[in-house]
């Protein structure tokens, strides 16, 4: 069955810091792969998917994720943060052909300290 | 557009009382609809999915149960409730298509006492 592991529970950054939150995954398969983001109050939506190409996938606000197959691995990065960044984020994965069941992380609460 | 709704946003039940949340899904047809649950430090677990009217899939044995009367609308449900079954609920759709996009309702907070 597959699993994604979130190894960073609660980070703590300030303003302008460099951000690398990771994920990997357990399925030998062909795999898709996402980052969701739930800001306070807010639903979660998507920031950024994988599902074949260019490993180096650009999402929004400035976020990238980059995938490692030989790693099982799917980071997300961001160069500088800022406070509006504080959030919960959820890396996610669906494996080919298992009808878009998507598995996701236990989460990375992230606060940024103005 | 599409938008899904779910309801009621807050609820507060006794324990061994019945349990009914509602979800539905405007804007697109044949979507393949999701009841996820999330817990504080185990993120969000995937309940029940469904990829046509009276198709369901569970994922985690447990004391609940899901229903898909209608092509867009998903519901969740329990005869007798538990303290455990206390959480955030989330009804979530995407399109039939492998690996597309999962959008979320706006979650059910669900309080056994």
């Known amino acids: 069955a597959q699993s994604v592991s979130q190894h960073n529970h609660h980070v703590i950054l300030s303003e302008a810091a460099s951000l690398e939150l990771g994920c990997n995954y357990s399925?030998?398969?062909?795999?898709?792969l996402f980052w969701y983001v739930q800001y306070p109050g807010q639903h979660l939506q998507l920031l950024l998917k994988?599902?074949?190409?260019?490993?180096l996938v650009k999402g929004i606000k400035g976020f990238e994720a980059e995938f490692i197959k030989s790693k099982f691995s799917f980071n997300l990065r961001k160069p500088s943060v800022q406070w509006s960044d504080t959030a919960e984020y959820f890396c996610?994965?669906?494996?080919?052909?298992?009808?878009?069941?998507?598995?996701f992380g236990t989460g990375t609460l992230l606060a940024v300290q103005p | 557009s599409q938008t899904i709704h779910q309801w009621p946003a807050t609820l507060v039940q006794p324990v061994g009382s019945p349990l009914s949340l509602e979800c539905t899904v405007e804007g697109t047809s044949n979507p393949n609809l999701y009841w996820y649950r999330q817990a504080a430090g185990r993120g969000l677990q995937l309940l029940f999915y469904?990829?046509?009217?009276?198709?369901i899939s569970s994922e985690v044995p447990q004391n609940l149960s899901a229903s898909r009367p209608q092509d867009r609308q998903f519901i969740l449900s329990s005869k007798k409730l538990l303290l455990s079954d206390s959480g955030f609920y989330l009804c979530?759709?995407?399109?039939?298509?492998?690996?597309?996009?999962?959008?979320f309702g706006e979650g059910s907070w669900l309080t056994v006492v």
């Open positions: 979530a759709w995407s399109t039939g298509r492998s690996g597309n996009t999962i959008y």
């Open positions: 994988y599902f074949s190409g260019d490993p």
């Open positions: 996610a994965v669906n494996a080919e052909g298992a009808t878009n069941k998507l598995i």
């Open positions: 469904s990829v046509g009217i009276g198709q």
């Open positions: 399925y030998g398969g062909t795999v898709n």
